[in-house]
């Protein structure tokens, strides 16, 4: 099978760790965030060994803050070639691997500890060599700051350019039933389709983070779009034994979309970002037992004004307290 796929925390940093330490001759590695002890020490045998290791690492959050310091001074010292994320996009959100030029990592966790253990996180590794080089020219662009153009007829979901249109028209040709795996839903097209889906008669399942995990500037906006969908009649629930931290999107029991993604207009528009449509009966297979037991496990989000207002009200005592120290 030319992809597999791979769902924390259950199968933990294992398949990652295994990939690397396959590597013979290359890792091309683009990353929003790395800070996993076991990862570093992977990446350094691999660089002992021979291998060509080559690390982009996003500079800083959208907030400013300045990111991966531990992780570039490691690699430095040990002699591993790193370097910030193209600087023309805000922040690059991405998260792949490319091994030996031959098989490709594209998924939504971080390499962090808690990525591993904690949080409901997916990646697809990929032979298919179309894609496999594909993620190769882009990590190659912008390595020497240079521009990329998506392939066409692509399976493979880029940002900023034509995530949104995408991913649209994968909702749009859902018939059935749709599961959602988000962390934020502050796109108002995204949403708009989301909604008729519903409307047309399709089953729709939404997950997401509880609103208060939000800055306190954009609490309100996405309380709305959350309370646009729940009116009507989408479920939108919360996972309570995992934190979610998951893109993914799954249609018909059929089809999916699994990578970096968030449904938001800042990851389609200004961030470097990449996602994978796949349709393989034992990927989508696996991943429809996940999201149903997830459904099952999560509990309804509450979007009432009043959790509204005790929200906004732990931001201010929460802003207070910054202010005092």
Not at 168 to 195: C, M, P, W
Request: proline fraction near 3%; aromatic fraction near 4%.
């Amino acid at each position: 099978m030319s992809r597999s796929l791979i769902v924390l925390p259950n199968d933990t940093a294992t398949p990652i760790l295994e990939a690397i330490s396959s590597a013979t001759t290359s890792l091309r590695i683009k990353l929003f965030s790395l800070s996993d002890p076991m990862i570093l020490r992977a990446l350094m045998r691999a660089h002992k060994k021979g291998v060509q290791v080559r690390v982009m690492l996003n500079r800083a959050r959208r907030s400013g803050e300045v990111q991966n310091v531990g992780a570039r001074r490691v690699l430095a010292g040990a002699g591993i070639d790193v370097i910030d994320t193209n600087p023309v996009y805000d922040v690059t959100h991405e998260k792949s691997m490319v091994i030996d030029n031959t098989a490709a990592l594209i998924g939504s966790l971080n390499w962090e500890p808690e990525n591993f253990t904690q949080t409901r996180d997916y990646a697809v590794l990929t032979r298919n060599q179309d894609e496999v080089d594909e993620v190769i020219a882009c990590f190659d662009a912008d390595w020497s700051r240079q521009s990329f153009e998506p392939w066409k007829d692509s399976r493979l979901i880029w940002c900023p350019d034509g995530g949104r249109e995408h991913i649209a028209k994968f909702i749009d040709g859902a018939k059935k039933s749709l599961y959602v795996q988000n962390e934020r839903y502050q796109d108002t097209l995204i949403v708009e389709h989301l909604v008729r889906a519903k409307l047309r008669g399709v089953k729709v399942h939404v997950m997401t983070r509880p609103a208060h995990s939000l800055r306190s500037e954009k609490l309100v906006e996405g309380i709305g779009d959350l309370k646009i969908m729940e009116d009507v009649g989408i479920g939108i629930r919360r996972l309570k034994h995992l934190r979610l931290h998951a893109k993914m999107l799954l249609a018909d029991h059929s089809r999916a979309i699994i990578g970096s993604i968030n449904l938001t207009s800042g990851s389609f528009d200004k961030r470097r970002e990449l996602a994978i449509e796949v349709k393989e009966k034992e990927i989508v297979g696996r991943l429809l037992d996940v999201v149903e037991d997830d459904w099952g496990r999560a509990h309804p989000l509450d979007l009432s004004e009043e959790a509204l207002r005790n929200d906004l009200e732990k931001h201010k005592k929460l802003q207070a307290v910054k202010g005092e120290n």
